[in-house]
């Protein structure tokens, strides 16, 4: 038996070992969960929360072992010294230990597996040798080994060096699969130094196509959760993303690294119950997002608490009244003054114009001859609070009001809009008049948070059951310590995450889907992908879902397509993080093929786009393609078209490789006959949009195609797709840089 075939059958006896203790793990898992949920607790609460919460953990547990699955283990490192009689160390998605607590697998986030994406010759930490296993399912297939230490090149262990293909390299050329893939096990150095940064402030890193950032955020997300379970665990980590296909994309990442309790959103579901996908004019949109529509919005929300001009007569009981406009506008400075969201200070408004109106009405009735008592007091002001006329005097001095309602009436109604923005032009009006029933655009959705923050909880919306459910959260906390005291799990979870689990009556769900239900939840970090694209009031929006400012920022200012996005980090930052940011960049191209990227540059450079250059780590084996859409062969007997030059070019591809990946990108004006014919000529095999990413051919706008990757990319029409772009190249360059292997430009 060869050197290689003998490590390789070292190296698949400890790895089945590994699999041992992971089924090992379930099965105990699997047993817990079973007999807590036989468990018999009768009615009562305290038992049943104990059992419920358990439930939760084991399930929760049993998750991420099954989740693991795959690639369980990566990676080994062969120490200079030896710990706890081994000098060999494995390095896997989550830690292992034997039944005695000893280690068998180093979580790739702890502080031990650090010198496996940091040493190098130079710096060993420690490190004589790195060892990359190639896994196919539970099976060693290759292993690839980097050597530091020169002594194993020679002597006794110099059976123990085993060169391959290179992990790096074989995962760069391996085929796409509409999903992307975690890149743990061949994280590089630059890459783990950023992922490993501390959770203080924002952290923002601009990086080129290609540079893994999305790649390095995500595994900063797990990284975090890792190293700060319990801050996180129970505020939670938000994900946003430009859009829906890129989530889709995106989406099995950390489950794959264990973590699941993670909010995953595009910028247009950031407000509960609106989920928005379309896009405004780029007018509309650069006004939208300009911090000036908070300042509309604090003006809409204030013209709606108006006295009447002149005074107004109400009828009480047969008794009528003469309400002067004084006092209206001293009840509305009283609620004024209380700094409340609208709606919540409407309730001092209401209190204090009914206490006015009792002492002007029992006047009346004394000055008529009428004796008034304190008893007789209460009574009138209970005839005046449900008098018709005096609820309609205070509704229309302060009426409560919805988000939707205060956007929506803003938009449809051109003379309070004009009456609201003196200073502002015909144009700028107009970009924003639209219907009442128009939907709300991505645009919209920080426009009805910031609304939100201006207006409060809207009367008879609020859960009743508010103070219940806090009063039955003391309840939990005092009953989680209690069980973790009788059961002797101290230390393997806090009271808050066992109290998370109690449930009275219904499953309150995990922290991740009882914040992405709650507008006024805040996280313990944000992580935001395609940064540049967004508004100063989508910045705003994200600000408020995490108050510390624990941000992971992620982009490319080059990439910028939206007219709306930012022209410079500073623009886009100083204004909500002052100077509590960090940058980071990443230069290295791991994705996309050298020749690619320096045709995608050049056009970047000729446009003036303020690219940061990069070094592709490959040449690449297929030049680029360029097809004339209407130079049609001597043997075309009918008219070409863009679409079918484009159906061509992507049969043309197929015929190179049909097991891949493919995308058709194009303009949104082109995508309906383009995405026809795709579909004519392949059938099932397209799809379009979001729904392209689980077929393999995915037909897209440039928007759409913003973060993903592919084996081969078909653009159509490059010039229209730079024109259609507020920001010209920047859409262009984000398409020509999605192909990890061929790219086909079709002209006309």
Known sequence: MGVLESE??????????????????RAETEDRLARVRRDSVGSNHQARSERDAFARLYEDQLTQLRDVDARLVFGRLLLEEAVD??????????????????????DWRAQQAGAFYQATANERMGVRARRHLTMSGRQVTRIDDDVFDEALLEGDRAGEKVQGEGALLAALTAQRTGRMHDIVATIQAEQDRIIRSDLRGALVVQGGPGTGKTAVALHRAAYLLYANRQRLSTSGVLVVGPSTAFLRYIEAVLPSLGETGVVMSSLGELFPGVEATAEDAPEAAVLKGSAQMARLLSRAVRSRQKAPAEAQTVVVENERLVVEPQLVQRALAKAQRTGKPHNVARVTFVKSALAELTDQLAAQLRAAGSTIDDADLKVLREDLRTSYDVRVLLNTAWLPLTPQKLLQDLFARPAWLAELTPRWSEEQRAALLRERTAPFTVSDVPLLDEAAELLGDFPGRADPADRDRERQRKRDLENARAAIRNMGVQGLVSAEQLADGFAEQVDRGTTAERAASDRSWTYGHVVVDEAQELSPMQWRVLVRRCPMKSFTIVGDIAQVASAAGATSWQEALEPVFKDAWRLEELTVNYRTPAQITREAERIAVAAGLPITPTRAVREGDWPIRRIDAFAAPEEQTQPRTLAAAVAAAVAHDRGIDDAGTLAVIATASDLPEVAAAIRERFGDAAGRGAAGLTRPIAVLTGYEAKGLEFDAVVLADPDALAAESPRGAASLYVAMTRPTQRLTLVTR
Do not use: F, N, P, T
């Open 8 to 25: 390789l059958e070292r190296e698949r006896a400890v790895v089945s070992g590994l699999y041992e203790r992971l089924d090992q793990l």
């Open 85 to 106: 009689g081994s000098d060999h160390r494995y390095i896997g998605r989550i830690g292992l230990r034997d039944e005695d607590q000893r280690s068998l697998l180093i």
